[in-house]
Nanobody, 121 residues
Framework: QVQLVESGGGSVQPGGSLRLSCAAS????????MGWYRQAPGNRRELVAL???????DYADSVQGRFTLSRDNAKNTIYLQMDSLKPEDTAVYYC???????????????WGQGTQVTVSP
């Protein structure tokens, strides 16, 4: 069973920065998509940033230019650098990986447990 362990959430003032990390417990040999989603109270879960199979990186319009998605393949880890944070960025952030597990060749859609990000004065 793949585990995605997230870290880096917390509270910050508007204009501040946070860096989220998501470490996978297993290695993947094919990654179809990987990135971050978020869900604010009363709202649906929404895409924040995503690497896709073709090498493209997609960002939500609301975070374009402020957030940066990156990854370290050697550490099986993805990151979300969040700068110029706004109160409307407040949400629980979830890591997601759609990939094939190297050891079993099984494809799965895996989610982290979520990490809270709060932006307030």
């Amino acid at each position: 069973q793949v585990q995605l362990v997230e870290s880096g959430g917390g509270s910050v003032q508007p204009g501040g920065s946070l860096r989220l990390s998501c470490a996978a417990s297993l290695e993947f040999d094919v990654i179809y998509a990987m990135g971050w989603y978020r869900q604010a109270p009363g709202n649906r879960r929404e895409l924040v940033a995503l690497f896709t199979f073709g090498g493209k990186t997609d960002y939500a319009d609301s975070v374009q230019g402020r957030f940066t998605l990156s990854r370290d393949n050697a550490k099986n880890t993805i990151y979300l650098q969040m700068d110029s944070l706004k109160p409307e960025d407040t949400a629980v952030y979830y890591c997601n990986i759609d990939a094939r597990i190297m050891a079993t060749r099984e494809r799965g859609d895996f989610w982290g447990q979520g990490t809270q990000v709060t932006v307030s004065p």
